[in-house]
């Protein structure tokens, strides 16, 4: 599991191509391309409104306020950028709102944790709660980039630029969280 996530290239779960189409006719309107363009991205946009807000409801309710301003805003993206990484900046910018107007900073319950659609990770049971023992041992923001990553299949320096860091920071960051995550699912196997 964890040696997927440092060796295994990621490609994107969406082809850009099909997001770019089904952002084009979300701006003319056309309701079912949202509907499609939902459907192909609320995981990534939900797992990263969890690892801001920490809250199961507030993350469900913030990527419906996603879609929302997908809708109202579709025209405002270019296609020379990422559609996934517009979507998450998209995502970013309203986390970031709601938590400057709430300063809530609550820890993940197990509840929450298991509000993770678990047919989105591919994991059983055991290997999924020993993924989220792993992520837990992360900082907020080393977490972030290691789900950015391997959820989304974002490159680190789209991650850099959807965070607003430097690359190298990402990248530094992204492997300290993997050598963490490898120290924690060692000392288990050793227990």
Not at 131 to 144: F, K, P, Y
Request: charged residues 30%; glycine residues 4%; aromatic residues 6%.
């Amino acid at each position: 599991m964890l040696s997927m996530l440092m060796t295994t290239e990621y490609a994107p779960a969406e082809d850009r191509h099909e997001l770019q189409q089904l952002l084009i006719h979300v701006a003319g309107g056309e309701r079912e391309a949202l509907a499609e363009l939902y459907q192909r991205t609320r995981s990534a946009v939900y797992g990263l409104a969890l690892s801001y807000l920490k809250n199961a409801q507030d993350a469900q309710d913030l990527t419906q306020d996603v879609y929302v301003q997908v809708w109202d805003r579709a025209e405002q993206y270019r296609l020379t950028g990422s559609p996934m990484g517009w979507l998450l900046a998209v995502c970013r910018n309203l986390c970031l709102t709601r938590l400057r107007r709430e300063e809530r900073h609550a820890a993940l319950s197990e509840e929450e944790w298991d509000a993770i659609p678990a047919r989105e990770c591919g994991l059983d049971a055991d290997e999924r709660a020993l993924l989220q023992g792993a992520l837990a041992s992360l900082t907020d923001e080393e977490r972030r980039i290691v789900l950015l990553h391997a959820v989304t299949g974002l490159k680190h320096r789209e991650i850099a630029a959807l965070l607003e860091l430097p690359l190298p920071t990402v990248l530094s960051k992204y492997h300290r969280a993997l050598k963490k995550m490898r120290s924690f699912l060692e000392g288990d196997d050793a227990r």
